[in-house]
């Protein structure tokens, strides 16, 4: 049985190429039509229902979901049918949930499905292997760990969430008590970040970033005790 079809088996109608067509058109045994489900378990991290036409000078992928699973990748289904799609953001989903309706909305010349598999990065890859396949499982460590770390150059920022927004960094005044007189000992400018030197306690680790007291930085410019 199919693992993006709910009662069907796949059949491929245009292949990946990448560059050209970076997923896979499929249909149902027979091609016939069939509700879509989802790959594996995971969170919805965008979607898209209310898209009415068919427009194939278009590049659009119609309605369409798209699926964060737990190793990091990503799953994409499009073309669904109007006002078909049953699960909206920030929704869990189980793998063989029902996620819409095969449709021919957007860049689409005849009702099908496009699958796409996407790596950590959001990079398109080849999911002819996962179609009915499991996606890889992640083993990959996080580079660090938890501990005491050394800021290890001029000055670094402190940001409120483990990623880079112009509108997510701390200023001098934000920082913790701790960390202000640390900041002050080494450097009287008081600039808005952790100079060179200051000592952080990480009580928490997502990838290269780090949880201090005062907020997320950046465990690339720093040294583990």
């Keep these: 049985m199919s693992r993006v079809f709910k009662t069907k088996n796949n059949v491929i109608t245009q292949k990946y190429k990448k560059g050209i067509h970076n997923g896979i058109d499929l249909v149902g045994t027979g091609y016939t039509l069939d509700y879509i489900v989802a790959h594996s378990d995971g969170t919805v991290v965008s979607a898209k229902k209310d898209y009415k036409v068919n427009a194939p000078n278009s590049r659009d992928y119609g309605n369409y979901v798209k699926i964060k699973h737990n190793n990091g990748m990503y799953t994409f289904y499009a073309h669904m049918k109007y006002n078909l799609v049953?699960?909206?953001?920030?929704?869990k989903v189980k793998k063989g949930q029902v996620i819409g309706y095969m449709g021919n909305t957007g860049h689409s010349f005849g009702a099908h499905l496009h699958f796409e598999v996407r790596d950590k990065n959001d990079n398109k890859i080849d999911p002819t292997n996962y179609i009915n396949a499991d996606l890889p499982t992640s083993k990959a460590k996080n580079k660090y760990d938890t501990g005491r770390y050394v800021?290890?150059?001029?000055v670094l920022t402190v940001r409120t969430s483990p990623e880079i927004k112009d509108n997510n960094w701390l200023k001098y005044s934000q920082l913790t008590k701790n960390a202000q007189e640390q900041v002050a000992k080494l450097n009287k400018s008081k600039p808005n970040g952790l100079v060179q030197g200051v000592v952080c306690d990480i009580s928490k680790v997502n990838g290269n970033w780090g949880k201090c007291p005062s907020g997320w930085i950046c465990l690339n410019y720093c040294k583990k005790q």
Excluded: I, L, Q
């Design 151 to 154: 800021v290890n150059c001029e």
């Design 86 to 91: 049953t699960v909206k953001v920030g929704d």
